[in-house]
């Protein structure tokens, strides 16, 4: 019995479109945020385009923008081939679509304007962390809806991964946004120091797994044997890697956190792990790679299967690359330098960009039912990515590798080499502007693609309902089938099967840091934020100096040489969330208080090559324009003891007051050497809270701290 | 190459097929590779400590560079008077020290800016090569100035401390600032000449 059915295109063309869109959109931030690194006045002298605030609009645009619509293209598309099933509920698919546009332009609104948690590829505050959630449950229905309503017996290994990234992102992005709302767009993190740094590491290397890795693994299992018209190469390398890799990945995320104030058995985990996760890795690539075994002459031909082909590598690539930046030799070197971003960039520029450009080729003629409008532009595409790509990362391995080397560097007097911290920065600018030209060129050839997709749209006609002929309902089962084959049928039970998987490695490394108190050390000199101190800390995070400052100084002598004592676990307790950063295109700040005059910062503030001249840094000067919102003062401090921090009750009804008082005894200070502060604004907050970093355990400090 | 076995034929998703080739063995090696490595690192961080933990090898970096500094110290460099320089290279070198560091806060000419005024005859904090070298290397930190033995050397220091003493001392900065601590003995000063 056969029956005819309609596989919804119009939803793969919206996302498909939504791809384009946001993928340029996307790019065009990272050009502009890259171009600031060497001229810092391209922030066009407005708070809302200043790289602090827009580097989170660039990473969340490519990642959950543009390769987010492109994971809801790919999978509308194939899921519905795959299980020769229509979308379970053509209103779901519409309210994903819509609800995640919706929440793409809400980020887009919100994180110019400084509201953020400040927590990385997670920044977006709590109402659109909860819309999140919402349409993330909404795909997820559909998806299993549609499963569960199939003509095909089993699921094809792509569906395992479409199961894996539904299942996981929601643990992720459920558990690492636990936070208390202040206002409708403010809340602190419900986790403090080093927890909150364990939590995001786990979510943010998992995202990277499960948002950018997974689903494109199950794209790549679909589109890839279809473009080259080959067999995959071997099903059991697919179960093997499939299962390792979700498994395995989850346990990795302590490798960002290496020489941190994380207890070392959490390190350790993360570094091992991380080692097994080559083997799991490159069997995707290798199953990918292995596939064209007998087509490379079409890979020669084809710009599509040429961008998978460098899609695939670049992926086995970073894969390799990733597992070495673990090893804590490496990471000594490597961590807080260019040489990250540039790891990062293989990944996304080629497995994710590439790939999700192989597949709009792809896609967009196959719905629109016509050819590809220009073959040569698509070749040229093709160049134009690789040549970006290459001139990206090599720029950015030879400036990640210089200032390591230049940071660690000790004169034959014992001192360091570069004392100064902005003579490492000069030394890269160049490549700082290499950088941004590779990133060009790419943004380039997505532009010539945009232009090639929509003529290649207007050549044609949406097929909106493409027709199918399929058995009526499920064919008969393989009953001699292995555990496997068998396990392929049961949806219900593989999607179990896949949640215990990626839980173990969380529960194993969260339990122990919340519950064991030896882990965290407390010390008793670490006394909670004064209120203005809180206040500067919010502006802190508005301003997102966490995008180019650390506050984590690690156990190497050219660290505690240049920065002072080492970062210790206690220190952390009462920072919700935690600001350890994970980039240092300025000098770590976790001892700074004390180190300058407050006329100094204020002063650095507004034009900072006054005091540093060939500094980047842009200037801030509506700091000392806007005001803090001290209506809101009693508010964060209550905010703060419901989340455990220590404060006396008196604290919160003196609020005011003991801000106040702080806020007078800097503007008393500025005034001795000449500025005029207002006491209520940002910068008299943030300078408070300057002074403040890391002085806690100092053994004597001249500095008066008014303790709450 | 492993051999193509196509008892999977009869499983087509959407027109794709799979092999159930078996697993390149060098992959197998490497994955198996990985399981011992974890387990001896794991072993010997852990369980022997055989490696150093991050705090350890902290100390012993330290130790190695409190040796290091000791015999630097003990070297002739190091034994290096504690006394004003006057030679032409040292009063360049410590202008050069001065321009790179000492500007932002003490103006290009030493006038003064958020800093004293560098230039007049009044002391904060006395005028002995002592009080200069105590000075630049510990900072002032409840003022604003910092400490700076970790950026810079004996000689560096006694470098730029000549320089200021020598060369900014007495001239006219084109901004000077208010003059603040204790005016030197007129008669001090005119000994010191210029």
């Not at chain 1, 002598?557 to 220190?571: D, F, L, N």
């Not at chain 2, 100390?59 to 190695?64: N, Q």
């Amino acid at each position: 019995m056969q029956t005819t059915i309609y596989y919804d295109n119009k939803i793969v063309r919206n996302f498909a479109w939504a791809t384009v869109l946001w993928g340029i959109v996307g790019m065009l931030v990272g050009v502009l945020i890259a171009v600031q690194l060497f001229l810092p006045e391209a922030n066009l002298n407005t708070p809302y385009t200043t790289y602090g605030r827009i580097r989170p609009l660039h990473t969340n645009a490519v990642i959950f923008a543009f390769v987010g619509n492109a994971i809801f293209m790919g999978v509308y598309y194939s899921l519905q081939r795959l299980l020769k099933a229509r979308m379970w509920s053509d209103a779901l698919s519409q309210i994903n679509f819509w609800g995640w546009q919706l929440i793409i332009v809400a980020a887009a609104l919100t994180l110019p304007l400084g509201y953020t948690s400040s927590k990385e590829y997670a920044e977006l505050e709590w109402p659109i962390d909860i819309a999140i959630t919402i349409i993330w449950v909404v795909f997820g229905l559909n998806l299993i809806m549609t499963i569960l309503n199939r003509r095909e017996k089993h699921m094809y290994v792509a569906i395992w991964f479409y199961i894996a990234t539904f299942v996981t992102v929601a643990v992720l992005h459920i558990v690492n946004s636990f936070e208390l709302p202040l206002t409708l767009f403010k809340s602190y993190s419900y986790y403090a120091g080093v927890q909150d740094a364990l939590v995001q590491w786990w979510y943010g290397h998992n995202a990277v797994a499960f948002f950018l890795t997974t689903p494109y693994l199950g794209l790549m299992y679909y589109f890839l044997p279809k473009v080259a018209q080959r067999p995959v190469y071997s099903y059991r390398l697919s179960i093997i890697h499939f299962w390792s890799l979700i498994f395995i990945y989850i346990w990795a995320g302590p490798h960002h956190l290496l020489y941190s104030s994380l207890p070392e058995w959490a390190q350790s985990l993360g570094v091992v792990f991380s080692i097994m996760l080559i083997a799991p890795s490159w069997g995707g690539m290798i199953n990918g790679l292995l596939t064209l075994r007998g087509v490379w002459d079409k890979v020669r031909e084809d710009p599509v299967l040429k961008m998978m082909v460098v899609a695939i590598t670049g992926y086995g690539m970073a894969t390799f690359e990733g597992p070495m930046h673990s090893l804590k030799s490496v990471n000594a070197l490597s961590h807080f330098t260019d040489w990250i971003p540039a790891h990062v960039h293989v990944g996304t520029l080629a497995w994710n960009g590439m790939f999700t450009f192989a597949v709009l080729y792809y896609i967009i003629p196959k719905i629109f039912r016509t050819e590809l409008y220009s073959l040569r532009l698509a070749n040229a595409h093709f160049w134009l990515s690789t040549i970006g790509l290459v001139f990206w990362v090599v720029a950015m391995y030879w400036s990640g590798i210089t200032q390591g080397l230049m940071w660690k560097q000790f004169t034959s007097e014992g001192t360091l080499q570069y004392p100064n911290f902005l003579e490492t920065v000069i030394q890269i600018i160049p490549m700082y502007m290499v950088r941004a030209l590779g990133g060009g060129i790419y943004l380039v050839g997505a532009l010539i693609m945009a232009y090639n997709l929509i003529r290649t749209a207007a050549s044609g006609h949406l097929v909106s309902n493409e027709p199918a002929i399929v058995p009526d309902r499920n064919p008969n089962a393989h009953e001699t089938a292995s555990w496997h084959r068998r396990l392929e049928g049961k949806p219900a039970l593989f999607s179990i099967l896949v949640t215990l998987a990626i839980l173990i490695g969380g529960i194993v490394e969260f339990l122990p840091t919340f519950l064991v108190k030896s882990n965290i050390p407390t010390l008793s000199s670490v006394k909670p934020y004064t209120p203005l101190e809180l206040h500067g800390r919010d502006v802190y995070i508005k301003e997102g100096c966490v995008g180019c400052h650390s506050q984590m100084i690690r156990p190497f002598r050219s660290e505690t040489e240049r920065y002072g004592e080492y970062s210790k676990a206690g220190e952390f307790i009462y920072d919700h969330p935690f600001l350890w950063g994970s980039k240092r295109t300025g000098p770590d700040l976790h001892r700074v208080g004390g180190k300058y005059p407050d006329s100094w910062h204020y002063n650095h503030m507004m034009v900072p090559e006054r005091m540093s001249p060939g500094s980047i840094m842009p200037a801030y000067p509506w700091l000392a324009e806007n005001l803090i919102d001290t209506s809101l003062t009693k508010d964060m401090v209550s905010a703060m003891r419901t989340l455990g921090v220590p404060y006396a009750k008196q604290t919160t009804a003196d609020a005011s007051a003991l801000l106040d008082q702080q806020a007078a005894q800097i503007t008393e200070r500025l005034k001795k050497d000449g500025i005029i502060a207002h006491n209520h604004s940002e910068m008299v907050a943030l300078i408070a809270y300057l002074q403040r970093l890391g002085i806690d355990i100092r053994q004597s400090t001249t500095r008066q701290i008014n303790t709450p | 190459m492993a051999k193509n076995r196509d008892d999977l034929t009869n499983h087509d998703y959407d027109g794709i097929q799979e092999y159930d080739n078996d697993l390149p063995p060098w992959w197998i090696f490497i994955f198996y590779l990985s399981f011992v490595f974890a387990l001896i690192y794991l072993l010997n961080y852990h369980v022997f400590r055989t490696a150093p933990l991050q705090s350890q090898e902290y100390a012993m970096e330290m130790e190695m560079a409190r040796a290091e500094l000791a015999a630097i110290e003990a070297s002739a460099s190091a034994r290096l008077p504690l006394a004003f320089m006057d030679k032409v290279t040292d009063l360049e070198t410590g202008k050069q020290i001065f321009t790179k560091y000492c500007v932002p806060c003490h103006g290009p000419d030493g006038g003064g800016t958020v800093g004293p005024n560098l230039t007049d005859h009044y002391f904060l904090h006395g005028n002995t090569v002592e009080d200069y070298f105590n000075v630049i290397s510990l900072g002032v930190p409840e003022k604003g100035m910092i400490p700076w033995n970790k950026t810079l050397s004996r000689r560096e220091i006694l470098q730029v401390a000549s320089y200021i003493q020598n060369r900014l001392q007495g001239s006219i900065p084109a901004n000077p600032k208010e003059p603040q601590g204790t005016p030197l003995d007129q008669r001090i000063s005119m000994l010191w000449g210029n």
